[in-house]
């Protein structure tokens, strides 16, 4: 690890600073210039002392005469001090990877699971082993599935994801478990303009061989809605590329290596394919029935999407043009206009995508996952903290910045205060200076708090959502915490419902009421419930 010399001028020390804890009279300004000055010399990765690393991404590889050059060691050393830490105290290790997005805790996940494996592997042919090719092929599935090209970042995660890697006593791999923290189902049916949907249906469309095409009705990528092609974007960034066919075959491979057999595969095309058709079905109403309700207008979609789900095609268009509710206590059915249907259609899609990630990881847990392992190293990366601009900030990004907020409270608390007790037990706290910060524990006690803390309000008004509303919602919040520095309440939006907004610590988010009680619930609809139980994939 190198470290500035006297004789050095500052530019030069800062430029040699791997570890900014080396260096003297500590301050927001000089850790900056430090980086910035290790950024523009490629040197993109700096220690804060022995337990923490900073980043920044270059968004590029590094190359020298055509060829890749190594990443710094780093990142390596990290992955490898928690590696040999756990085996020599056998004690767990976590390694938590938190920014903005775009910031690359994907790819430092990545590197610090490779560098992981390359350690604990054992012999080949033996369990280790076999897990050091399953482990990659299953991030390469779970990111087909849960990654999406966004404005910032042309692999962005949008889910939270915690990988549990567990060890034998003599520190060797033996299995890998996987957890999902809230996936942006929303983005099925709707995207930020110049974003993409999730990268698997770009890799069905792109490389389904014309067999597949025929037998799952897939026309040109510019026929789906779901695929959100009208965008002032270009198409090459926007829409299917060049190696999207590419990573299809990679992926049949990956699906392959962690057990899933060709039927599964073919269902799992089969259910992608029923989604994509069911954002393409339009509703409209019939006066010549008796019931004044929405009716599928392209009745050939309907029989594709029916075919493919194993359900009856008047079944499939009566769940989508009706919803069951519950009304002074008792259930009635509510006749939806196509407006409703429509929403409806996505809702359901959303379900099916939603439902099949979720058996993904399932699988892979009950393929890869060890009951009697004895340690672990636990790697949690969460998408960055969101804002958005081209929509109302919804509940989906309000989760997200709850739990990065939760995520910087600790490590702030690891940073700063974890070894105070300690120094103060060796009677030693006098010699060491106190550190100022900004602690976030005021805005993670206004989300969280129990009672009154902004979630806590929330739950109770979804449990009596018959009788509240998002305008009741942030009353409640306003009443509580109206007085509160990290919150404030706005004005109503467009679509006239009211706003809040969060201080978070990395900056002010203004939220919408729009579908913050029914988005809370997060209940499966008891009709579509009832509608998939009668369903049947055929593959």
Same mark, same amino acid.
């Given at each position: 690890?190198?470290?500035?010399?006297?004789?050095?001028?500052?530019?030069?020390?800062?430029?040699?600073?791997?570890?900014?804890?080396?260096?003297?009279?500590?301050?927001?300004?000089?850790?900056?210039?430090?980086?910035?000055?290790?950024?523009?010399?490629?040197?993109?990765?700096?220690?804060?002392?022995?337990?923490?690393?900073?980043?920044?991404?270059?968004?590029?590889?590094?190359?020298?005469?055509?060829?890749?050059?190594?990443?710094?060691?780093?990142?390596?050393?990290?992955?490898?001090?928690?590696?040999?830490?756990?085996?020599?105290?056998?004690?767990?290790?976590?390694?938590?990877?938190?920014?903005?997005?775009?910031?690359?805790?994907?790819?430092?996940?990545?590197?610090?699971?490779?560098?992981?494996?390359?350690?604990?592997?054992?012999?080949?042919?033996?369990?280790?082993?076999?897990?050091?090719?399953?482990?990659?092929?299953?991030?390469?599935?779970?990111?087909?599935?849960?990654?999406?090209?966004?404005?910032?970042?042309?692999?962005?995660?949008?889910?939270?994801?915690?990988?549990?890697?567990?060890?034998?006593?003599?520190?060797?791999?033996?299995?890998? +478990? =996987?957890?999902?923290?809230?996936? %942006?189902?929303?983005? /099925?049916?709707?995207? &930020?303009? @110049?974003?993409?949907?999730?990268?698997?249906?770009?890799?069905?469309?792109?490389?389904?061989?014309?067999?597949?095409?025929?037998?799952?009705?897939?026309?040109?990528?510019?026929?789906?809605?779901?695929?959100?092609?009208?965008?002032?974007?270009?198409?090459?960034?926007?829409?299917?590329?060049?190696?999207?066919?590419?990573?299809?075959?990679?992926?049949?491979?990956?699906?392959?290596?962690?057990?899933?057999?060709?039927?599964?595969?073919?269902?799992?095309?089969?259910?992608?394919?029923?989604?994509?058709?069911?954002?393409?079905?339009?509703?409209?109403?019939?006066?010549?029935?008796?019931?004044?309700?929405?009716?599928?207008?392209?009745?050939?979609?309907?029989?594709?999407?029916?075919?493919?789900?194993?359900?009856?095609?008047?079944?499939?268009?009566?769940?989508?043009?009706? +919803? =069951?509710?519950?009304?002074?206590? %008792?259930?009635?059915? /509510?006749?939806?206009? &196509?407006? @409703?249907?429509?929403?409806?259609?996505?809702?359901?899609?959303?379900?099916?995508?939603?439902?099949?990630?979720?058996?993904?990881?399932?699988?892979?847990?009950?393929?890869?996952?060890?009951?009697?392992?004895?340690?672990?190293?636990?790697?949690?990366?969460?998408?960055?903290?969101?804002?958005?601009?081209?929509?109302?900030?919804?509940?989906?990004?309000?989760?997200?910045?709850?739990?990065?907020?939760?995520?910087?409270?600790?490590?702030?608390?690891?940073?700063?205060?974890?070894?105070?007790?300690?120094?103060?037990?060796?009677?030693?706290?006098?010699?060491?200076?106190?550190?100022?910060?900004?602690?976030?524990?005021?805005?993670?006690?206004?989300?969280?708090?129990?009672?009154?803390?902004?979630?806590?309000?929330?739950?109770?008004?979804?449990?009596?959502?018959?009788?509240?509303?998002?305008?009741?919602?942030?009353?409640?919040?306003?009443?509580?915490?109206?007085?509160?520095?990290?919150?404030?309440?706005?004005?109503?939006?467009?679509?006239?419902?009211?706003?809040?907004?969060?201080?978070?610590?990395?900056?002010?988010?203004?939220?919408?009421?729009?579908?913050?009680?029914?988005?809370?619930?997060?209940?499966?609809?008891?009709?579509?419930?009832?509608?998939?139980?009668?369903?049947?994939?055929?593959?």
């Amino acid at each position: 690890m190198s470290r500035p010399s006297a004789g050095m001028s500052l530019h030069q020390r800062l430029e040699a600073a791997s570890d900014i804890s080396g260096l003297s009279c500590i301050s927001e300004d000089l850790i900056v210039s430090c980086l910035r000055k290790r950024f523009m010399s490629e040197s993109v990765y700096t220690n804060i002392g022995t337990n923490s690393l900073v980043t920044v991404n270059r968004h590029k590889l590094s190359r020298h005469n055509g060829k890749q050059v190594s990443i710094s060691t780093s990142y390596f050393q990290l992955a490898n001090n928690a590696y040999y830490h756990m085996k020599r105290t056998a004690q767990d290790q976590s390694i938590l990877i938190g920014g903005e997005t775009g910031s690359g805790k994907s790819e430092n996940r990545r590197l610090a699971i490779k560098t992981i494996l390359e350690l604990s592997v054992s012999n080949p042919g033996k369990k280790g082993s076999k897990l050091a090719t399953q482990l990659p092929a299953a991030e390469f599935v779970i990111e087909s599935f849960g990654n999406a090209r966004t404005l910032f970042n042309p692999n962005a995660s949008r889910f939270g994801k915690y990988t549990e890697l567990q060890f034998t006593d003599r520190g060797c791999l033996s299995g890998v +478990k =996987t957890l999902d923290y809230y996936l %942006e189902r929303n983005r /099925v049916s709707s995207m &930020p303009s @110049g974003e993409r949907n999730f990268h698997i249906f770009y890799y069905l469309v792109a490389g389904a061989t014309q067999e597949e095409r025929q037998h799952l009705h897939l026309l040109d990528k510019t026929q789906y809605r779901y695929l959100g092609q009208r965008s002032a974007i270009p198409a090459r960034q926007n829409g299917v590329q060049d190696d999207d066919a590419n990573c299809f075959e990679q992926l049949k491979v990956a699906l392959k290596t962690i057990g899933l057999s060709k039927r599964h595969v073919a269902q799992t095309c089969q259910l992608l394919a029923a989604i994509f058709h069911l954002g393409n079905l339009e509703f409209t109403v019939d006066h010549g029935r008796d019931v004044d309700a929405a009716v599928v207008r392209n009745t050939d979609v309907l029989g594709i999407v029916a075919e493919f789900l194993g359900v009856q095609a008047g079944a499939l268009e009566g769940v989508m043009s009706y +919803k =069951t509710k519950l009304v002074k206590k %008792e259930l009635c059915t /509510v006749f939806l206009d &196509p407006d @409703g249907a429509s929403d409806n259609r996505d809702d359901l899609a959303k379900t099916l995508y939603s439902l099949l990630f979720a058996w993904l990881n399932e699988h892979l847990n009950q393929r890869l996952c060890r009951e009697d392992f004895d340690t672990f190293i636990g790697l949690f990366d969460l998408p960055g903290p969101q804002n958005m601009t081209s929509r109302p900030n919804s509940p989906d990004q309000f989760c997200i910045n709850f739990a990065n907020e939760r995520l910087q409270h600790f490590v702030q608390k690891c940073i700063f205060e974890a070894h105070v007790d300690e120094y103060q037990n060796e009677g030693i706290s006098h010699f060491v200076p106190t550190v100022s910060y900004f602690d976030n524990s005021e805005c993670v006690r206004l989300l969280q708090n129990k009672p009154g803390g902004l979630i806590h309000i929330m739950d109770d008004q979804a449990r009596r959502s018959h009788k509240k509303t998002g305008h009741s919602m942030v009353e409640a919040f306003g009443k509580r915490w109206g007085n509160h520095s990290s919150f404030k309440v706005g004005v109503i939006d467009r679509s006239g419902f009211p706003t809040f907004t969060v201080n978070h610590f990395n900056g002010s988010v203004a939220y919408s009421a729009e579908g913050f009680l029914d988005r809370n619930l997060d209940a499966l609809n008891p009709d579509f419930v009832s509608f998939l139980r009668g369903g049947r994939l055929h593959g």
